[in-house]
């Protein structure tokens, strides 16, 4: 049990960590791609001054991305043995595709991109950097569909002890990938937008009207505003359709993070809630009558299973034990990320608002006390898409406890039996150590950076007064 206890630790550690980065990665590289195709199509220097200066922050971020996801691989074959003889056949599969195909794809065209400026010409080097994009969001797909297995497995055959697949077009036509991909990919687009307002909010608070540096940020500022917009009101749609999907496929994530015991007809849904996970049963809500049912059918009615029915269901179908994912954490990893989901699309609907105003009455938003306020705010929003989405993560994994495979396997069955506590503990802490360190020296390294400017201050470009 201590080994299990440690194992989860050090996975979840080092998973919250790395998908620190890749939401990053799969979003600027899009940002990038399409501020080097507005150069290609103008010729304006300043799209090729932000495309190298957001090009920059990708690098760093891609470096990190990559040397923090490579140990997750060792953990599979060393503290989840078990699991990984289970689902090898399955797993492996995707996994390997996304090695030998995307990420290949994605590592070479990045390489020509940055050696290649004055290099290929124009057009040519900007399609590398859409390959750069492509490849890295194909390398999210295969990761998911190999993930999700996990939750929703289909295509394979239980054969002496292991699952073995029988229908590899099964794998990738999962259900649970064509509604966790989407939402990865507007959560991504979400996060890369909030990055680059937050860094030209910055820039926009401090540089001289007029300058280069702030023709090029108020570009980048007005193309993340609504890209970021788009983003989150997506990433909102396509939660909707996942949290509809839960309902057949893992009904007891859907009960837990809606604190719901008991099933009803029609289900309320819970604002606020104080439980008491021992008793199986609330203490106190605050609840909106049928409004659950409302998004689980788009009618408000039809019934939503409960905790304490799924967990009778549930003894039933796979013998006696213990079904219900931890509560307090599936409860408000929910509730975090819904309610950060809405503050960026208010902020970022406010921005776009003062830009347009601003726009029509030739007034830049930053001259007025309402507009400073909004980019100081924008510039203090960095950290929110990455709090949400590491909220959703563990929403989608703890949700899914006690499974590793759900309905085939559960955690403690696919724990290493050859790894002692002892070493576990040691590689927790050295990863943790490690990780704080890379940590620090990724802040530091994005901050130098981004405080630099896309073109010294003093200059002048002769757009800048139609920018205003």
Avoid at 48 to 57: E, H
Avoid at 155 to 166: D, I, V, W
Avoid at 237 to 264: S, T
Avoid at 299 to 316: F, S, T, V
């Amino acid at each position: 049990m201590a080994a299990l206890a440690l194992a989860r630790w050090q996975f979840a550690v080092t998973t919250v960590y790395h998908f620190f980065f890749v939401p990053l990665t799969l979003g600027l590289s899009i940002l990038v791609a399409i501020m080097e195709t507005l150069y290609v199509r103008s010729g304006d220097e300043v799209y090729k001054r932000m495309t190298k200066f957001w090009g920059k922050l990708f690098l760093i971020n891609f470096a990190m991305g990559v040397a923090t996801g490579i140990v997750q691989e060792f953990q599979f074959g060393m503290n989840w043995a078990e699991y990984s003889r289970f689902v090898g056949d399955l797993f492996g599969a995707p996994l390997a595709i996304e090695a030998l195909l995307a990420f290949f794809m994605e590592s070479t065209f990045l390489g020509i991109w940055i050696f290649g400026w004055d290099r290929l010409p124009k057009w040519l080097h900007a399609g590398v950097m859409w390959l750069v994009a492509l490849g890295s969001n194909l390398s999210a797909l295969w990761i998911l569909v190999a993930s999700s297995f996990m939750h929703e497995p289909v295509g394979y055959t239980l054969r002496n002890g292991r699952a073995e697949m029988t229908d590899f077009w099964a794998l990738l036509g999962n259900p649970h990938v064509w509604v966790q991909w989407p939402h990865v990919l507007t959560s991504a687009m979400t996060t890369a937008a909030f990055f680059v307002l937050g860094i030209s909010a910055y820039h926009l608070l401090r540089q001289k009207e007029g300058s280069r540096d702030q023709v090029g940020f108020r570009r980048s500022f007005r193309m993340a505003l609504v890209i970021g917009l788009v983003g989150v009101v997506l990433a909102g749609g396509v939660g909707h359709i996942q949290a509809q999907h839960l309902v057949e496929a893992q009904p007891m994530k859907l009960a837990a993070g809606e604190g719901l015991w008991d099933g009803e007809d029609p289900a309320p849904m819970s604002l606020v809630a104080i439980f008491s996970e021992t008793e199986r049963r609330n203490i106190f809500a605050i609840e909106l009558p049928a409004v659950a049912s409302l998004l689980a059918y788009n009618k408000p009615e039809g019934r939503i299973e409960g905790i304490n029915d799924l967990q009778a269901e549930y003894e039933q179908r796979y013998g006696p034990g213990n079904y219900v994912p931890p509560v307090t954490i599936t409860y408000w990893s929910f509730r975090v990320m819904m309610g950060l989901g809405v503050l960026m699309f208010f902020l970022a609907a406010l921005g776009v608002y003062l830009v347009f105003q601003g726009r029509r009455k030739k007034q830049p938003q930053r001259h007025t006390r309402l507009g400073t306020t909004v980019l100081k705010l924008l510039a203090w929003s960095i950290p929110l898409p990455y709090l949400a989405n590491s909220a959703g993560w563990i929403l989608t994994e703890v949700g899914r406890q006690p499974w590793i495979v759900f309905g085939l396997m559960r955690v403690e069955d696919g724990v290493s039996l050859a790894v002692s506590p002892g070493a576990v503990l040691f590689s927790l802490l050295l990863f943790a150590f490690i990780y704080a360190a890379l940590m620090l020296f990724d802040i530091y390294l994005l901050a130098k950076f981004a405080r630099r400017g896309v073109a010294p201050a003093e200059e002048l470009h002769p757009l800048a007064a139609a920018e205003g």
